[in-house]
């Protein structure tokens, strides 16, 4: 399924359209994502699929936390409000990510511990990971295990505590505790949103974890996209002045540039592709 045009109905199809599961549930979330919510009725005909697979698909989203069902309407929960799900925000904002990333290895040196949190930034962060080795990495973010495991020269821990599907991250007590116990030299951590200069997080879990992760890190650094500076979200996290380092990508305005630089923020602006 082709995305709309601006202005196009976002569940307008092409009816000698054929895909995949993987590429239909792909086509449900952004279409939804761009209706905002959709009536779940109208989708068996917008996919040509049956209402019976439709469920199942729309189950299986909001099992990863994209959407949300309710009586006869399944609703984006990529708002302003709300996280999404790992699968999402990998597809947002790519090309900021590798600069970001680009960014970020610059300040990894061969022999370092680093933890990273569970970023999809980090995921561009992994692939440039092993021209540093050897290094240590800590994370709580499964999908960064699975990219790194195999490099002989990089030591993997994983650190623990309850499996949340959503983000594909392990937080909770148990994580919180296993990072009062390490440190680190290097924390690479990025956040939902920031408002007035502090980080957000909507999930209170996910801040406890990234504060843990500050406290057992003597060096910190997040790198944040230029979307970050219009999100929001309800938990505070840490102001953008106890970071050692803040990178952004080449997008971001020269508002925040300059009132970040103007508070004494040691800034890098990652260069563009």
């Known amino acids: 399924m082709a995305r709309p045009r ?42 040509g699929v049956s209402l019976m697979t439709i469920h199942r698909d729309l189950d299986h989203l909001a099992a990863q936390g994209l959407l949300r069902k309710t009586r006869g309407l399944v609703t984006a929960l990529g708002s302003s409000l ?54 240590t990495v800590m994370t709580n973010f499964q999908p960064m295990l699975d990219a790194l495991v195999g490099n002989p020269d990089l030591n993997l821990i994983s650190l623990g505590g309850q499996y949340y599907p959503w983000c594909r991250a392990y937080m909770g007590s148990l994580t919180v505790d296993a990072l009062a116990n390490v440190r680190a030299d290097l924390l690479i951590m990025s956040t939902s949103a920031i408002t007035d200069d502090v980080c957000f997080h909507q999930h209170h879990d996910t801040v406890l974890v990234k504060r843990a992760m500050f406290t057992a890190a003597r060096r910190r650094v997040l790198y944040v996209d230029h979307s970050k500076f219009e999100q929001r979200a309800l938990h505070a996290l840490l102001p953008l002045r106890e970071f050692d380092t803040v990178i952004v990508d080449a997008d971001t305005p020269a508002e925040h540039l300059e009132r970040l630089e103007g508070q004494g923020i040691e800034l890098v602006v990652a260069a563009r592709d």
């Not at 569970?118 to 962060?125: F, R």
Request: proline residues 6%; charged residues 25%.
């Open 6 to 47: 601006h202005g196009e109905d976002p569940l307008a199809t092409d009816p000698d359209a054929t895909m995949s599961r993987a590429e239909r549930l792909h086509a449900i979330s952004e279409a939804v994502i761009t209706a905002g919510s959709v009536r779940i009725e109208d989708l068996p005909e917008s996919f």
């Open 82 to 135: 709300a996280e999404s799900s790992t699968e999402y925000r990998a597809r947002l904002n790519t090309t900021a990510k590798r600069t970001l990333a680009r960014a970020a290895v610059e300040l990894v040196e061969p022999g370092q511990v680093l933890i990273l949190d569970d970023s999809t930034t980090g995921l561009h962060l992994a692939d440039l990971l092993p021209e540093r080795q050897p290094l």
